[in-house]
């Protein structure tokens, strides 16, 4: 018994009704809890909306995007902020870039004219001959302006020389835009390499040797302009071409030939041409990314290895040129030696290949193209008349199929000779690096795109009333169009090949003197017999 009294009394507690204290204590501790909670929770949202307003506010605050780069690098060469710039706006100007987002997607974007600094060298242009339309020039020459040109030469013909997109063009700096007028024509037939043998063979042919010719000319006016303009270098690109300036330093043309030695006179780029995936491509430019390398980028013996693979019954390893193009140092008695190279009247050039860096071409990119270049040319869809109009083997194939078969003939020829819907074939030739990916020119003109530059110079242009575009018409055709007319005839002594070196640079060659035009070549064949002078 007394044992069990004594389980009783050590268990008692635990089973005894509660006190009033022990009860008024539990209450407190209760109440303290739920106090702490209202006032966590009253807190929390406080936080939080004070967090929302630091995030949003701009007073002061360094825009993220220029962390992302070290200091002074947070632009592209030559992009010097404008006071027109987003990011040297007060918040009370913010209202303007209400059809953009708070933090572009594309860091560079200062203001649509991209306008290079007077001092800032070397200075680049680039002429082309266009009739294309505003979806092609602007994303090529604004894609240009953010590597490093500062300067645009366009001779412009068809749907470019409409007031529509003229008065775009002219409203651009840095952009002198010539019109093909008879008084345009009458000036170039008085010019010196009209009258010279060396472009003669191209004379007087339909399509392609027309539009070659008419290019030498325009490039012969635009070596007059770029020394008025005071630039450094010159470069002939077509509007379906963009420079890849791969190897230099923030992917800066300008960078690139900066680092060319100063007894270099011409650089050579090799051109990619473009894998297309799909046949419902639009832009090009913002759509394709796998691109076929140049001969003069990849190993002989696999070029030469996969070369069958490479072609797909193709008459060539390209479907058009191979033999890129140059960029020529603006000096005394230079002249043009066809589309794709320059040359000198006193000298032989001396010449560099770059071992990185190329021209990308955008070649039947579209399907439309077979059509278009079609509607161009009046030649009889025939093998032998097709020799007439054009310089290569699979333009003129592309001609006769166009011009005689059905849509869907079309689309079928079109997916066999241009599509590459093979996804093995593909992989096998990225892995051997005949084709590549190149994602930077997509990029950069899809930002341009959604920064609204393009829309911007098209808001930005002026009202152009049919009188004043005629006027414009008249007064762009003033420059001379003699490039070297106090110059005596064309003799020139041979110069000692001068060795530069250079990191990027692929080869030095001393270009002979050409007869006859540089014209746009193949890259060379399985048979080819002078692989001597593409190495």
């Known amino acids: 018994m007394p044992v069990t009294n004594h389980h009783h009394h050590l268990h008692a507690p635990l089973r005894s009704t509660p006190s009033s204290s ?177 472009l003669a063979g191209f004379f007087y042919k339909p399509c392609n040797y027309e539009l070659f010719v008419k290019q030498s000319l325009n490039m012969e006016m635009a070596i007059v302009m770029a020394r008025d303009a005071d630039m450094d270098w010159i470069l002939h690109l077509d509007t379906d071409e963009l420079i890849h300036p791969a190897g230099a330093r923030e992917y800066s043309l300008r960078q690139l030939l900066l680092d060319v030695p100063g007894n270099v006179d011409m650089v050579i780029f090799p051109n990619y041409e473009s894998s297309v995936e799909r046949d419902d491509i639009k832009e090009p430019f913002s759509e394709v990314s796998m691109f076929k390398k140049n001969y003069d980028h990849l190993p002989k013996d696999t070029y030469f290895g996969m070369y069958k693979d490479s072609v797909r019954g193709n008459p060539n390893y390209f479907l058009t040129y191979g033999n890129g193009k140059s960029v020529a140092r603006i000096q005394d008695h230079l002249r043009p030696n066809g589309a794709h ?100 020119p997509m990029v950069i003109i899809q930002s341009l795109r959604e920064s609204g530059v393009f829309s911007s110079v098209i808001a930005s242009a002026p009202t152009l009333s049919k009188e004043i575009f005629l006027l414009s018409i008249n007064g762009s055709n003033s420059t001379r169009a003699v490039a070297s007319v106090s110059l005596p005839s064309r003799k020139i002594g041979r110069t000692k090949e001068s060795q530069a070196t250079i990191r990027k640079v692929l080869d030095i060659e001393s270009a002979a003197f050409h007869e006859v035009a540089v014209p746009p070549l193949s890259p060379p064949g399985v048979d080819d017999n002078n692989l001597n002078s593409h190495s």
Not at 384 to 392: G, H
Not at 412 to 436: A, F, M, N, Q, S
């Open 22 to 198: 022990t009860f008024s204590s539990s209450s407190s501790s209760s109440h303290s809890f739920t106090s702490k909670i209202l006032l966590l929770l009253t807190i929390l949202p406080v936080s939080l909306a004070a967090i929302a307003f630091i995030l949003q506010w701009r007073g002061g605050i360094t825009d993220p995007t220029t962390l992302l780069s070290p200091p002074g690098s947070h632009h592209f060469p030559g992009m010097d902020p404008s006071p027109l710039s987003p990011l040297s706006h007060s918040s009370s100007s913010d209202c303007v870039n209400l059809g953009r987002t708070s933090s572009p997607s594309f860091p560079y974007y200062h203001n649509w004219k991209l306008d290079y600094g007077a001092s800032l060298r070397p200075k680049i242009c680039v002429t082309s001959s266009t009739s294309a339309g505003l979806e092609q020039i602007l994303p090529w020459m604004f894609y240009h302006k953010v590597i490093g040109v500062t300067n645009f030469f366009l001779f412009v013909e068809g749907k470019a020389a409409s007031p529509e997109v003229s008065k775009v063009l002219q409203s651009i700096p840095g952009v002198k835009v010539i019109y093909r007028t008879r008084e345009l024509e009458e000036q170039q037939a008085k010019s010196r390499i009209w009258n010279e043998t060396w």
């Open 341 to 440: 190279r320059w040359h000198n009247y006193m000298k032989t050039p001396n010449e560099i290949k770059l071992e990185e860096a190329a021209v990308l071409h955008y070649t039947y990119a579209k399907f439309s193209d077979l059509t278009s270049r079609r509607d161009r040319c009046g030649c009889k869809p025939t093998k032998e008349d097709v020799k007439r109009c054009f310089m290569l083997e699979f333009d003129r194939s592309a001609f006769i199929i166009a011009s005689t078969a059905t849509e869907d003939e079309m689309m079928k020829w079109y997916h066999e000779h241009v599509v590459w819907g093979d996804k093995d074939l593909k992989i096998k030739l990225l892995r051997k690096g005949i084709l590549t990916r190149i994602y930077a």
